[in-house]
T-cell receptor, first 115, second 115 residues
Framework: GNSVTQMEGPVTLSEEAFLTINCTYT??????LFWYVQYPGEGLQLLLK???ADDKGSNKGFEATYRKETTSFHLEKGSVQVSDSAVYFC??????????????WGLGTSLAVNP | EAQVTQNPRYLITVTGKKLTVTCSQN?????MSWYRQDPGLGLRQIYY???????DKGDVPEGYKVSRKEKRNFPLILESPSPNQTSLYFC??????????????FGEGSRLTVL
C-alpha cells in the first residue's frame, strides 16, 4: 500500500542555516505530494504541494521537488528563521477508497531553530 | 475569517464518562474528517463525512461515534472513553472545489486526557 517515510527528528539548526527534511514515498500510480506544517499549539496547514513528476512546490522560502525516479519529495529552505520552528509533515494522496479524501501521512519531523 | 473551530481545546476526563468534541467550519465545506495524532504513529483518520447525513469509518473508528446533521458541524463522540483514547484530536474540512487537491483545513486541535 501507499506509505510515506520521513527523516526522524528532532532537527535543531541555528538561524540562517540550510534546511533539508527528507521524505520518500511508496505509491501506485501518480500521487500528489504535500508538505504540511504544524506550528506550536496550532493545527496543520498546507505549506506546499506538487501534483506531478518534476513539479516544484514553493511557499514562504520553502521548496520541494517531486522526484519520481527517486520517489522523493524533500523539503528545503536556504536560510531558516526562528519562526520556522514547527513540526513538518510529508503526505501523499493517491487512489481513494470511495470518495474519502484521505491523505497518507509521514510521522512528522520536528524542527527547532535557535537564534 | 475562514476557520475550523474545535472545542474544547483541552480536556481531562475519567474512564467511562461520555464526552463530545465539537467541530464547526464556516466555509460551507462538504467534506469533514477527524484525525488523532499520537507520538510515533502520526496522524490517523477516525471518521469522515462526505456531506450531511453521510459518514464513514476511517482507519481507527473503534470507540468513537460521529454525526453530521448540519453541514457546518461534525462532532466526535466518545461514549465510554478509555485511557488509550488519550490523544490530540484534529478536525479537518475540504470544499467541493478542492476535491482531489489534498488541501485540508485543520482546526487547532483538542488535547484529550482520559484517566
Amino acid at each position: 500500500g501507499n506509505s510515506v517515510t520521513q527523516m526522524e527528528g528532532p532537527v535543531t539548526l541555528s538561524e540562517e542555516a540550510f534546511l533539508t527534511i527528507n521524505c520518500t514515498y511508496t505509491a501506485t500510480g501518480y500521487p500528489s505530494l504535500f508538505w504540511y506544517v504544524q506550528y506550536p499549539g496550532e493545527g496543520l496547514q498546507l505549506l506546499l504541494k506538487a501534483t506531478k513528476a518534476d513539479d516544484k512546490g514553493s511557499n514562504k522560502g520553502f521548496e520541494a521537488t517531486y522526484r519520481k525516479e527517486t520517489t522523493s519529495f524533500h523539503l528545503e529552505k536556504g536560510s531558516v528563521q526562528v519562526s520556522d520552528s514547527a513540526v513538518y509533515f510529508c503526505a501523499l494522496s493517491g487512489p481513494q477508497a470511495g470518495n474519502n479524501r484521505k491523505l497518507i501521512w509521514g510521522l512528522g519531523t520536528s524542527l527547532a531553530v535557535n537564534p | 475569517e475562514a476557520q475550523v473551530t474545535q472545542n474544547p481545546r483541552y480536556l481531562i476526563t475519567v474512564t467511562g464518562k461520555k464526552l463530545t468534541v465539537t467541530c464547526s467550519q464556516n466555509m460551507n465545506h462538504e467534506y469533514m474528517s477527524w484525525y488523532r495524532q499520537d507520538p510515533g504513529l502520526g496522524l490517523r483518520q477516525i471518521y469522515y463525512s462526505m456531506n450531511v447525513e453521510v459518514t464513514d469509518k476511517g482507519d481507527v473508528p473503534e470507540g468513537y461515534k460521529v454525526s453530521r446533521k448540519e453541514k457546518r458541524n461534525f462532532p466526535l463522540i466518545l461514549e465510554s472513553p478509555s485511557p488509550n483514547q488519550t490523544s490530540l484530536y484534529f478536525c479537518a474540512s475540504q470544499g467541493q472545489r478542492l476535491i482531489g487537491t489534498g488541501e485540508l483545513f485543520f482546526g487547532e486541535g483538542s488535547r484529550l486526557t482520559v484517566l
